[in-house]
């Protein structure tokens, strides 16, 4: 124990002696004067590329202005239509004209019909048969024989037939009724002749038929 005192001061006297000896060390040494470090020059700075300019900006287009339409003409007075001009209304027909434009019609239709001695129709015809099967389909009656048909109805002359009259020749200049056919105007009339000619249209201006014509009969 008393060891231990002893060492314990010992130590502290070295270490006291210690510190001693190193403060005198430091107050006998020269003080540096403090050196100011001058500072470091600043790098020079790196060129920069010039910022490339900008390219100025393309004038807007100035608005054009809309094409305005042109202005339609003014269409033309039209001149008032003229009235048309009314037909005068036509007189009824009395039953007698309205059975010879029967006749006549029917006749028409009979055209090209074969001859056959006696035949009376509607499939053939002799000369006298043709002109009394058409008078009887219209509800007109007249005689079967051509020498008797030429005295039936009214007698008319040459310049006074209208259609639907029968027409009266002879066989011969200067004979006796023989031959009959249909008038259906325009100096034309329809009449069965023959085998060689069978019921057709034919010109009664022909030299033939103006030599051998008779009369005329209105029967309608």
Do not use: H
């Not at 510190?19 to 060390?25: W, Y």
């Not at 004209?97 to 015809?125: C, H, M, N, R, W």
């Not at 066989?171 to 100096?187: M, T």
């Amino acid at each position: 124990m008393k060891y231990r005192r002893l060492l314990a001061l010992l130590l502290a006297a070295l270490m006291l002696a210690a510190l001693f000896s190193g403060c005198r060390q430091k107050e006998e040494e020269p003080k540096e004067e403090a050196k100011t470090e001058e500072p470091a020059p600043a790098p020079a700075p790196e060129p920069q590329p010039e910022p490339e300019p900008e390219p100025a900006p393309e004038p807007e287009p100035e608005p054009q202005p809309e094409p305005q339409p042109e202005p339609e003409p003014e269409p033309e007075p039209q001149p008032e239509p003229e009235p048309e001009p009314q037909p005068e209304p036509e007189p009824e027909p009395t039953v007698a004209s309205t059975t010879a434009e029967k006749i006549v019609a029917l006749a028409k239709e009979l055209i090209g019909t074969e001859y056959e001695s006696g035949g009376q129709g509607p499939d053939t015809f002799d000369n006298s048969g043709f002109v009394y099967y058409v008078c009887k389909e219209n509800g007109v009656k007249i005689p079967r024989r051509s020498s008797e048909i030429a005295s039936a109805g009214e007698e008319v002359g040459r310049s006074s037939l209208l259609p639907g009259d029968i027409v009266v020749f002879s066989n011969e200049i200067g004979g006796s009724a023989g031959f009959v056919g249909i008038y259906v105007g325009g100096d034309q009339f329809i009449a069965c002749n023959n085998s060689k000619t069978p019921t057709k249209l034919q010109n009664m201006a022909v030299q033939y038929w103006e030599d051998r014509f008779l009369s005329g009969r209105r029967v309608a």
